[in-house]
């Protein structure tokens, strides 16, 4: 690993949403040692970015790189899932997202991998398999399947557990093999046969066991939910981040806001999803559910904007192509100014993840996940598509993923 003194560039201040010149960034190892003007650091390799905009890599808080089976979709074996998850994360990577957070189906040993070098990808943060109730919207099963113990495949997105026994020992057995989060489904879901959207899911005392074991061992849980009544009733259980949320309305919004509650918005996969729908498994009634949610679309984004939510970028990309990753941005785009967008998969998904002063920013101590692009993104987001085209280099870890820079 190479020490780098980055010069020539135009500096995007996320947390300001300003371009700032005159400023160069000493790497040392994986970590940004310095971000001053006129910095002397003798014995270094010196790069030129050729007057580039220099950002932080973006932080998706809502993926899936190890999706078990959807519906009439057969399920596939661990070698082939974990093969394809490894092409998804270094395509991810590849299109400026240096860390990700898996939001059920993803194990340690993703994350791992990543971190001993044998694949390339994001920084990753997982939850492991989703905690569900029978019936609940991890349960794939047809309503016409007899009873029997699904959701303990290892190839299962989510793990079924009924009761505050068995709830405390599912959460208790993902962090034991090594999530980094707790994934609930606390509401009903689109994709999931046998519930409705506005389906309340678990009751209060099972909620709060599985919250309480996350915060023993000092982690948090993620919620999947749409109505503002769940999403409400989840976030006063002691939920930290609401995932979808769709149906959030003012009141719910203002409960989220007073609590520090963190909204994970993934509209851009309804869109895909709705258009792709047949194709990747979905039913009518399937389909049907995907088209309520997406008529909520970006009503959520302004409610939960307007009352001073915290809003993360996610995706949520589970069963269409991941090449629309980005496009999250474009739909944001419809309701909310570019730099609030950028801070939300920068600044706010560090706050999501505890990587404050970590990730997100291009700030001394802060590793050095970093991207060159062609062109201001603060003016166009279109700078972030087609598979990361107009990002002539992508630094993670203090390395080069990607470098196209002419010497």
Request: hydrophobic share 40%.
């Amino acid at each position: 690993m190479t020490d780098m003194l980055l010069t020539n560039f135009a500096l995007l201040d996320v947390a300001a949403g300003e371009l700032r010149s005159g400023y160069q960034v000493l790497i040392r190892g994986n970590t940004i040692a310095a971000v001053e003007k006129g910095i002397d650091a003798a014995g270094v390799e010196v790069i030129n970015f050729g007057g580039r905009t220099l950002m932080p890599g973006l932080i998706d808080c809502h993926v899936h790189i190890a999706p078990g089976a959807v519906l009439n979709q057969p399920k596939l074996s661990l070698s082939f899932t974990a093969a394809r998850g490894v092409m998804w994360m270094r395509q991810m990577v590849h299109r400026g997202f240096t860390t990700a957070r898996d939001a059920g189906g993803a194990d340690a040993g993703y994350r791992k991998a990543v971190e001993a070098r044998i694949s390339v990808g994001p920084r990753l943060f997982v939850a492991g398999r989703a905690i569900s109730q029978t019936g609940g919207h991890g349960d794939k099963r047809w309503p016409s399947e007899p009873a029997c113990s699904c959701g303990e495949s290892m190839s299962s997105l989510a793990r079924i557990a009924d009761g505050v026994p068995e709830c405390r020992r599912a959460v208790r057995d993902e962090l034991r093999m090594g999530a980094n989060h707790i994934k609930v489904m606390a509401g009903g879901g689109v994709s999931s046969p046998s519930d409705s959207l506005s389906h309340l899911q678990y009751s209060d005392e099972e909620l709060l066991a599985i919250v309480d074991e996350a915060a023993r061992q000092n982690t948090y849980c993620m919620a999947h939910v749409y109505t503002a009544r769940g999403i409400r009733r989840a976030v006063e259980l002691g939920i930290r981040t609401i995932e979808h949320g769709n149906f959030l309305d003012d009141e719910t919004a203002k409960v989220m806001a007073e609590r520090n509650a963190f909204l994970v918005p993934t509209l851009v996969t309804y869109r895909v999803d709705g258009a792709n729908g047949e194709k990747i498994g979905f039913t009518p009634e399937v389909i049907e559910k995907n088209n309520q949610v997406l008529e909520a679309g970006t009503r959520s984004l302004d409610i939960a904007a307007r009352n001073g939510v915290n809003i993360a970028y996610g995706t949520d990309l589970a069963y269409s192509s991941k090449v629309h990753q980005p496009e999250e941005f474009l739909v944001r785009a419809e309701v909310q100014k570019p730099a609030d967008i950028l801070r939300s998969a920068t600044l706010v998904g560090a706050e999501v993840i505890g990587m404050v002063g970590k990730l997100g920013v291009v700030a001394p101590g802060a590793f050095a996940d970093l991207l060159v692009v062609d062109g201001n993104p603060l003016e166009d987001l279109g700078v972030l598509q087609n598979e990361g085209a107009k990002m002539a280099a992508i630094i993670k870890d203090g390395e080069f993923i990607k470098n196209q820079l002419v010497p």
